[in-house]
């Protein structure tokens, strides 16, 4: 693709411009915030995921547009909150389960069990059928499982929580719950739970969650681990749940095995109950945005275009927005098996190949005029991390995300993808004199005017060997995601409007994994007046 733009003059009014829409990760309870800060935030932002006192989420919706959404975990829950009501509704109407057989028929008061070796792929120790209260389903059964000690054998104990024992017959399928990996095993007896979207428990915890949000001041509620996949799940083994759904999860609406499409179907139905129950108690619908809609568009059938296109699915509303994580770059602990949360992190830019791939997503989002919402790197607690950095650092990986979502965004749907960016800066981090204070950099104001091309794959944006450009009106944007050096030559005059001494670049040398954001050397010399 050659570049044709050469400097043109440009009447006044053909700079005003849409700005792109941003929205803001904000891990750290806030308390208190200023009048800047205040003001910072709301006036820049659509969205702001954070924890926030009923003071800060007055002030903030009453400086501007801004929509604080509160987090709930929407995919995990403990399980002391199980044993703690000692009901066996909860664990029956709330986890996603894994699937076997019985080797042979067993009377009411059997205990000793053969099974097919899934979902028991590995015997556990007795420390931890000791510690951890570990269960399976025959029915509507509960059977505490107190040893295993074979792939297929396993010991219970019958009629777990009051549940009443059967007889079963040979080839009756066996449930047991999936737990979140990250958490198994867990201090004490506590584990956590994988919730199944079709389950009753699952629908009321968001809409309970929502509804208090609501009563707080929040505009709604930000789902995380919204997928079409099992989500760092284990089974009752600690064996960690890999490959295709059909594999390991059941769906007991179908009474077969969940699909990415089944799943999803049954994660749009749960966002209808939602949005349903909401406006039926409050009046009004919630705002409700999602995380993480990485690989939505990789696989088309089953990917997570359902929960954002009211045309699918039958939604009362779809989502108001599905965030990206790892949009370009990510913080990495050295130590993996470590979470790596906080400031003693490694950030770094993800390979060209996952870029691309990224890139590529946004641009089927913004044709679709879908909710996209890239965010640069991670969200929670990992988000931090970007504040911690030096000005440099953060500029250089805010430029990289900045430009490649420019590559993406829609002239038809210009507020269709949302990038999301952290709330805060740090002076003098970890120290005594730190200081945290909101601002937005002033790259997000330029007067870009439209984009000059609508690109149906990123491939259609290559300049040069390793370099994508996008042109707009009065600007360029370009990106380099390659490990090597480019150099892209520009049909036009273009100037940093926030480097060097406005000197016209003509070729641009872009160095391994960097971007520009260049804006016409006309419209900064006058040649626009």
């Known amino acids: 693709m050659m570049l044709l733009l050469c400097c043109v003059l440009l009447p006044l009014t053909a700079l005003a411009q849409t700005r792109y829409p941003l929205y803001a990760i904000d891990s750290v309870a806030s308390t208190s915030m200023d009048a800047n800060d205040t003001a910072v935030i709301a006036s820049n932002f659509v969205f702001i995921q954070g924890v926030y006192s009923s003071a800060v989420l007055q002030a903030l919706t009453s400086a501007g547009s801004v929509h604080p959404v509160w987090y709930i975990n929407s995919d995990t829950s403990s399980v002391s909150s199980v044993f703690a009501t000692n009901n066996a509704s909860w664990v029956l109407s709330a986890s996603y389960y894994t699937y076997a057989t019985l080797n042979s028929a067993i009377s009411p008061s059997q205990t000793e069990l053969q099974v097919t070796t899934l979902p028991l792929r590995t015997a556990f120790t007795d420390d931890m059928a000791t510690n951890y ?29 009051g549940t009443e024992p059967q007889a079963y017959a040979s080839n009756t399928t066996l449930f047991s719950p999936v737990y979140n990996a990250e ?22 915890r968001l809409v309970n969650h929502t509804v208090q949000a609501l009563a707080a001041g929040y505009s709604g509620s930000w789902l995380d681990c919204l997928s079409n996949h099992q989500f760092d799940s284990v089974d009752v083994g600690g064996i960690k749940l890999t490959g295709k759904l059909d594999q390991w999860i059941w769906d007991f609406h179908l009474q077969k095995p969940y699909n990415t499409s089944t799943l999803m179907k049954a994660q749009a139905d749960r966002l209808n109950q939602l949005n349903t129950e ?14 993480n809609m990485a690989t939505c568009f990789q696989n088309p059938v089953g990917s997570c275009r359902p929960l954002l296109d009211p045309n699918t699915h039958g939604l009362v509303r779809p989502l108001d927005g599905y965030s990206m994580e790892e949009f370009v770059a990510q913080e ?40 996209a919402l890239p965010m640069i790197a991670q969200a929670g607690c990992k988000s931090v991390k970007l504040e911690m950095v030096d000005d440099a650092v953060r500029d250089y990986y805010e430029t990289f995300a900045y430009a490649s979502f420019l590559l993406a965004v829609s002239e038809a749907h210009p507020t269709a993808l949302k990038l999301g960016l952290p709330a805060w800066y740090r002076k003098y981090p970890n120290t005594s004199r730190e200081v945290r204070y909101a601002r937005v950099h002033p790259r997000y104001a330029l007067a870009l005017g439209k984009p000059l091309e609508q690109p149906t794959n990123v491939s259609d944006l290559r300049v040069s060997s390793q370099s994508y450009a996008r042109v707009f009106e009065h600007a360029i944007a370009v990106v380099n995601p390659s490990l090597l050096a480019d150099r892209v030559t520009l049909n036009g005059s273009y100037v940093d409007p926030f480097k060097g001494s406005g000197t016209p670049i003509q070729v641009l040398s872009l160095p391994p994994q960097t971007a520009a954001l260049l804006m016409m050397a006309a419209f900064f010399d006058g040649c626009g007046s």
Not at 134 to 159: D, F, Y
Not at 278 to 291: D, F, R, T, W
Not at 350 to 361: D, F, I, S
């Open 332 to 371: 990495t602990n050295n130590d993996p098996y470590k979470a790596g949360c906080g400031t003693d992190l490694n950030i770094s830019l993800l390979p060209a190949e996952v870029w691309y791939g990224r890139v590529n997503t946004l641009i089927e989002a913004g044709r679709s005029n879908l909710s």
């Open 278 to 291: 909401i406006l039926h108690a409050e009046g009004l619908y919630p705002k409700i945005v999602a995380n």
């Open 183 to 204: 958490n198994f095993p867990h201090q004490g007896n506590a584990l956590t739970y994988v919730l199944d979207p079709r389950q009753p428990y699952s629908v009321s």
């Open 133 to 161: 209260r570990l269960v399976a389903r025959l029915g509507n059964e509960l059977l505490l499982v107190t040893q295993a000690s074979t792939n297929t054998t396993i010991t219970v104990e019958r009629g777990y929580l």
